[in-house]
């Protein structure tokens, strides 16, 4: 089944003289339980196609079709309700808040949501990610593993049918980079999620059920991944 599809997505920056075609009629799904890593040099529309997916960014034509629903026609305040439910978010730069402690910015999607804290589900995340003995410390006495570590938790927390995950290996050394992506490939099995990551690393994109490969807005590789770096 299709988690998300984009259908004739097209985005343009500016108009006339100085439009940029940041996307040019993409078509492509993501089938549940994937994790796909799309790849492609430097302003070709990767980072424009995970946020027009998001509804983050409006498309300029064409369709996005989410959980049997075109997010194109929705309005801000469905789209911001759809994304707290249903989606999760890994950025590079982390986005942690420096006043909070690690369980507290883990919590925030529920405590932004008013949902009660899921702390089993907390304790499961915090172990499996190996930040248990790290929960009461504050982002900046943390190491930028444990800080990706902590972001992902966050993420996950409210168990997102969808994760975007915008170059998550960014910040990190190669062990602890392959210690996350490991994460991410249980998640998608256990959780039955499915995960789009931006990378720019062929390495971390070795991890993949699938790799795209954009160029100047439109997809130019889309490749099955037959030996994923880790089956467990
Ligand atoms: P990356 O390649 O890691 O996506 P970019 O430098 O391309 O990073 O983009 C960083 C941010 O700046 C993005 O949110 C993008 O939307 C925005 N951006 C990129 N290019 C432009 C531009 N020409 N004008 C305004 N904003 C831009
Ligand atoms: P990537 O993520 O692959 O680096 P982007 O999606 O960030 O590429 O950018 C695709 C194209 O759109 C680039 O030419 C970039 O400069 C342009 N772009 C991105 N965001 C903006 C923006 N907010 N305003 C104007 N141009 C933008």
Do not use: C
Not at 23 to 33: D, K
Not at 72 to 95: A, H, P, Y
Not at 106 to 112: A, D, S, V, W
Request: charged share 20%.
């Amino acid at each position: 089944p299709v988690a998300i599809e984009a259908i004739g997505l097209v985005k343009d920056y500016g108009e006339g003289e100085n439009v940029v075609h940041a996307l040019r009629g993409v078509n492509v799904s993501f089938e549940r339980g994937m994790f796909t890593a799309i790849m492609g040099p430097s302003g070709s529309g990767k980072s424009t196609l995970m946020h027009t997916m998001a509804g983050l960014d409006s498309a300029t034509r064409g369709h996005i079709l989410f959980d049997g629903a075109d997010i194109t026609e929705m309005n801000d305040r469905q789209l911001t309700l759809l994304r707290r439910r249903k989606i999760g978010f890994i950025f590079q730069s982390f986005n942690l808040l420096p006043m909070f402690t690690a369980e507290q910015n883990i919590l925030m999607p529920l405590t932004l949501a008013g949902s009660k804290p899921d702390r089993v589900w907390l304790r499961t995340l915090a172990r499996t990610l190996g930040i248990e003995h790290r929960l009461n410390h504050r982002p900046s006495e943390l190491s930028g593993g444990q800080q990706q570590r902590v972001a992902i938790a966050r993420a996950l927390i409210t168990k997102p049918k969808l994760v975007f995950a915008d170059e998550p290996t960014g910040n990190l050394d190669s062990v602890s980079s392959g210690e996350v992506l490991d994460f991410l490939r249980r998640s998608v099995r256990e959780l039955g999620q499915t995960i789009i990551m931006v990378t720019h690393d062929a390495v971390a994109a070795s991890y993949a059920d699938r790799a795209i490969v954009f160029a100047d807005g439109a997809i130019v590789a889309d490749e099955r991944n037959p030996t994923p770096e880790r089956m467990n």
